[in-house]
């Protein structure tokens, strides 16, 4: 019985230690895509999931196409935007071409929820977006039937928050293979 007793407290503790660690992340899963978060995820971790590129860094899949945008460059030493704070090699958005028929009115929440509405000015003329600055993510789509033509995940903004408020050094920052940790994560 003792065993038993053993076995249920460190259950309830690993369940325990898991609900904590979840809810205190700094990043929920919606964020990303299938598990890769922008400024977070290296290249390998991604090929882990995706597996190899079909080309450069894009993957073709039955029912879309992924691209996949990295960090490549050291940034201008005092360059503090969100990407530049990332470690060279980490993800800086992904691109989601579905090629099926999805419309953003079956997708996007009423008005006055999160999402800003606004032209794309681009090459290409009749495309919209809503983005939500909060999670990243903004989708791309035809005005005049709401066809959703990308979905881009991109950093969330409690992420680009995070790393700006990190109290090491600039040049630790920007332009270093491993950013600011041994591990080469941002945290």
Known sequence: MAGLT???KRGLLLVCSAVILIASSPVRAQE???GIIPLVTTREEVEKILGKPT???RYEFKDKRVTVIYRENACADRDRSCSC???IGTVLF???EPYGETFIKDIIPQPGSQWRRYEVMDHVTGIHAYTNDKTGVTYEFEASDGLIR?????????MCERLSNRSFPLSE???TEKGPTPAGRPF
């Open 94 to 96: 992904i691109s989601v």
């Open 55 to 57: 080309s450069g860094t």
């Open 32 to 34: 990303g895509y299938r």
């Open 85 to 87: 704070l990332a470690p």
């Open 173 to 175: 920052k920007c332009g």
């Open 6 to 8: 053993t076995f249920l």
């Open 150 to 158: 990308d979905i881009i995940y991109g950093p969330a903004q409690a």
